[in-house]
């Protein structure tokens, strides 16, 4: 557009100051505004749902997730109360936060949520913890079934000494009573084996059906 004195006037959308780039650096995060992000489960998993997904996902998806991952159900077995429980609270409080601290961007009307550069800041805490959960679950792992194994043998041993000194009490009474007093000894040392080793045989099951 020309005035009259013949200078041109370029459009503009009224927004751009022209110190703003489309390449901006990342700002780096606080301290406490990280530690404030990565506190909360919910938080990390969706920083770790957003980088799996080529950093973009929507609401409704990440609530989903989050849902059946809570509720330890897939996705098509998660009830109507499961998925909006997650949903309200990923709306009105997570999800804001992490848009507030620049960690994501969150359009509240589409529902589109975007992993933003600065989020790698947080990844370097998040990756530590995945190493060390995994780490922790092999040590476990390993401790826990040569265990098992030894308090189930130690229990076996009881109640067969137990059974053999039975056997031979019954079949041989005119033996001295040295087959009574080991039977006694057998059934005393099962019987002491069983309360120690069942408690541990017991939450070792229990463990092992809530993982």
């Not at 401790?143 to 137990?162: A, I, R, S």
Request: aromatic share 6%.
């Amino acid at each position: 557009m020309s005035t009259e004195n013949g200078s041109t006037l370029t459009p503009s959308d009224g927004n751009s100051t022209g110190d703003e780039t489309d390449d901006e650096e990342p700002k780096p995060i606080s301290k406490d505004t990280q530690f404030g992000m990565l506190k909360n489960r919910r938080r990390r998993d969706i920083l770790r749902y957003l980088r799996e997904n080529d950093d973009e996902s929507t609401l409704s998806d990440l609530a989903e997730f989050i849902a059946a991952k809570e509720n330890g159900v897939e996705r098509r077995l998660l009830s109507s109360d499961e998925r909006k429980r997650v949903y309200i609270g990923l709306y009105q409080c997570h999800l804001p936060k992490m848009d507030d601290a620049r960690v994501i961007d969150f359009e509240k009307r589409s529902g589109g949520v975007r992993l933003r550069p600065e989020a790698d800041q947080l990844f370097a805490y998040i990756d530590d913890e995945d190493d060390e959960e995994e780490s922790a679950g092999e040590t476990t792992a390993e401790e826990t079934t040569p265990w098992t194994v030894n308090t189930t043998v130690k229990l076996g041993l009881g109640w067969t000494l137990c059974l053999l000194a039975a056997l031979s009490v019954a079949g041989i009474a005119g033996l001295p009573p040295v087959g009574v007093i080991g039977g006694a000894a057998a059934v005393t040392f099962a019987a002491i084996e069983t309360v120690d080793v069942l408690p541990s045989l017991w939450a070792d099951g229990v463990a092992v059906l809530h993982d």
